[in-house]
C-alpha cells in the first residue's frame, strides 16, 4: 500500500482465524472509521501476519499524522520503517496478544535522536528478540518511556558521516 486503504467497515484490513498473510508494507495510511471507531487492522480471532512494514504515523508534513491502529494478535516481525525524523511508522495497538519482533526496514534513513511513540500499547512481555540493534552505522534501541509506550532512540553516526570525516582526516594529513 503507498496509496490509502479506507473502508466502511470498522476496520481497514480484517484478518479471520484462517488468514494469512506473508508482508504487508505501508507506505499510506490504512484506516476506517464506522461510529467512531478508528481501526487499521484487525487481527483479533487470530490470524496469520508474518512481516508488518510500516511508515504510517509520525508525520508532520501531511496525510498520514494518524498512528496505525492495530488490534489483536500482533505480527511475527514489525518492521519501523523511517523516512525522517519527523515522517515515521507509529503502531497504535488495542486488545494487544502474542509478540512481535522489532526491526528497522531495509531503506529507512536514520539520523540521531529520538523518535517518539513508535510503539504503544505494547508491553516488554510482547516484545521478542532483541529491542536494540545497529543499521547503517547507527546504534539504537527501544526505550519504555512511559507505561505501555515506547520512543526508537538513535545514536552514533552514519556511515555516511564516517566515510565524510575519513576524507576530511585524509585532507587534513596532506
Known amino acids: 500500500n ?48 508474518t512481516t508488518l512494514n510500516n511508515a504510517q504515523g509520525g508525520n508532520s508534513s ?9 488490534w489483536g494478535r500482533l505480527p511475527t516481525n514489525y518492521n519501523i520503517i523511517v523516512y525522517s525524523p519527523t515522517h515515521y511508522g507509529q503502531l497504535n495497538v488495542s486488545s494487544v496478544s502474542g509478540t512481535t519482533t522489532f526491526g528497522i526496514y531495509s531503506g529507512s534513513t536514520l539520523t540521531r ?4 511513540s513508535v510503539l504503544s500499547g505494547v508491553s516488554a512481555g510482547n516484545l521478542t528478540g532483541s529491542t536494540s540493534g545497529n543499521y547503517n552505522g547507527f546504534t539504537w534501541r527501544l526505550n519504555n518511556s512511559s507505561g505501555s509506550i515506547w520512543d526508537l532512540i538513535v545514536t552514533g553516526a552514519s556511515t555516511t558521516d564516517t566515510q565524510q570525516s575519513l576524507v576530511n582526516t585524509a585532507s587534513v594529513l596532506q
Open 2 to 49: 503507498s496509496g490509502n486503504i479506507y473502508s466502511l467497515r470498522a476496520d481497514g484490513i480484517y484478518l479471520d482465524a484462517t488468514a494469512s498473510i506473508g508482508t504487508i508494507t505501508n507506505t499510506g495510511s490504512i484506516y476506517s472509521s464506522r461510529g467512531g471507531i478508528y481501526q487499521g487492522i484487525s487481527n483479533g480471532v487470530g490470524g496469520t501476519i
Open 62 to 70: 501531511g496525510s498520514s499524522t494518524t498512528a496505525l491502529v492495530y
Open 113 to 116: 535522536g529520538t523518535y517518539s
